[in-house]
């Protein structure tokens, strides 16, 4: 028998090694192991416990010689590691051993072995688009301030493969999943991994999980309640590390009765008058003539209800203004960014960060500036796993001015920096030439005056960092002009 020692049970790089060095030396897989280091003292051993694990010994080759693999094998290997089933690495080492022989082994879906492991990889796959959906961070508090921690316990050890999704997903958040195979740290610059851990190393609840609960319950329809296809998609297997499924039972059991409430419950009537004007003006393309919001609350409720352009079916929620309502100033973007449609916030995505950079840099306070939007709703398309930004056109802008207009009824901000040509088209009512316009002092009706700007975005897309610079000053020049009419 011979033994490969292998550093960790996702060690990919040593499999290799070790397959390489023992399929050059002929050993067939009858006669070889692999060996996670540790394994035995942790009660995981088996047939060979009393075996003395060690590296393949490079002696003659019983017939074999140099070949080469496919990338689909590498690719699928790659995969089939993270899988928990304990025989996976020999599973994979007589693939190899089968491909110098059999070259287009790969595309035979039907071979036993290869039909294993495509549905080991299938299951891993599975088990972290699981781990992206099911994934719920706790608030704490520490010595830099608020942090985001999770417990989770994925059926296959998808952590480090996972954990770069929640990088990109949760960049401006400090936060650590935790789970029993290991830990992945994110500090906002650097993403590491650390060693295993357990469920009392996670806080138990916090403040923000009784809402979670609370929308979760509101939000459940009985009359849609498909018991298996719920837990087809969300298995009992996941629901120990799921705050809201505590509830599903409770749900599920009352849900007839609530169906038959609801069929039997007339409608209720709005009974307020902005009430009956955002019911009104819910499918209508126009402003409500008569009734508009009496404050930023009512504004914030009824862009959650807005369906004055189709925006809405593909956002997570609408995203309001955010800021004093005696603000001087009034900044205006395009619309919210992914990371700003999951946080409900404007501008705490990577341009939000760069337009507070710029504002600190020309000698504005942040906390002092009422931000918002020209359009509530995140528009995208998706591209693999990512949702790209796609610009409003100028029927959604129109629809969603109206909640714009709103929000400057009520702060009456001295001035109003429209971020990009989309702004503009929401502040000025027309299509302003952002480039040959910008950083100049333009009269509105209500006695406000706006200042055209550049969005901060641009300033990330601009690959030369020469380039990059002089926009980056020219930006911070148009909101000292800003500053200045302020003072």
């Known amino acids: 028998m011979e033994a490969a020692v292998l550093a960790s049970e996702t060690d990919f790089d040593g499999w290799r090694k070790a397959a390489r060095a023992m399929r050059a030396a002929g050993i067939e897989p009858a006669t070889a192991r692999f060996v996670v280091a540790g394994a035995a003292s942790s009660g995981q051993g088996g047939l060979f416990d009393g075996l003395d694990p060690q590296p393949a010994r490079p002696h003659a080759a019983r017939g074999a010689g140099e070949f080469s693999v496919p990338a689909a094998f590498v690719d699928l290997a790659r995969e089939v590691v993270l899988h928990r089933s304990t025989d996976r690495f020999d599973l994979l080492y007589r693939l190899l051993w089968r491909l110098a022989d059999e070259p287009n082994l790969m595309k035979v879906i039907s071979d036993r072995d290869v039909a294993d492991a495509l549905e080991r990889a299938k299951n891993v796959s599975r088990a972290s688009h699981k781990m992206k959906a099911f994934v719920r961070f706790r608030q704490v508090q520490d010595d830099r301030g608020e942090a985001w921690v999770a417990w989770f316990e994925p059926p296959h050890r998808v952590l480090e493969k996972t954990a770069p999704f929640f990088q990109r997903r949760f960049t401006t958040m400090r936060w650590s999943i935790l789970t029993p195979d290991g830990s992945a740290f994110w500090d906002g610059e650097t993403l590491r991994l650390g060693p295993p851990a357990t469920r009392d190393m996670a806080p138990a609840e916090d403040e923000i999980e009784a809402f979670w609960k609370t929308y979760y319950a509101s939000t459940f329809n009985p009359a849609r309640l498909k018991v298996k296809t719920m837990q087809g998609e969300m298995a009992k297997g996941y629901w120990k590390n799921l705050p809201e499924a505590a509830l599903i039972p409770e749900l599920v059991a009352a849900s007839q009765v609530r169906t038959e409430t609801m069929v039997a419950t007339p409608a209720p009537q709005p009974n307020t008058r902005f009430a009956r004007a955002v019911a009104r003006d819910l499918h209508v393309d126009r402003p409500a003539d008569d009734a508009v919001p009496d404050s930023l609350t009512e504004i914030a409720r009824g862009v959650q209800v807005c369906r004055r352009c189709p925006l809405y079916r593909d956002a997570t929620q609408g995203v309001c203004g955010e800021g004093p309502k005696s603000a001087r100033l009034m900044i205006v973007g395009e619309q919210p960014g992914d990371q700003e449609d999951l946080a409900g916030r404007p501008f705490v995505g990577p341009a939000g960060q760069v337009l507070d950079a710029a504002l600190a840099e020309a000698g504005i306070d942040r906390s002092d500036v009422y931000v918002t939007n020209a359009v509530k709703h995140f528009k995208h398309e998706p591209r693999g796993k990512r949702r790209l930004h796609k610009t409003p056109n100028a029927g959604e802008v129109q629809a969603c001015r109206w909640w714009l207009d709103a929000e400057r009824r009520l702060i009456r901000p001295k001035v109003v920096v429209a971020l990009g040509a989309t702004a503009g088209l929401a502040v ?60």
């Open 428 to 487: 000025l009512g027309r299509k302003p030439a952002v480039i040959k316009e910008r950083g100049r002092l333009i009269d509105l009706a209500d006695d406000s005056v706006a200042v055209l700007t550049v969005h901060p975005s641009y300033l990330l897309r601009l690959p030369d960092a020469a380039a990059k610079a002089e926009a980056r000053a020219h930006f911070i020049d148009d909101l000292r002009v800003v500053r200045r009419h302020l003072a």
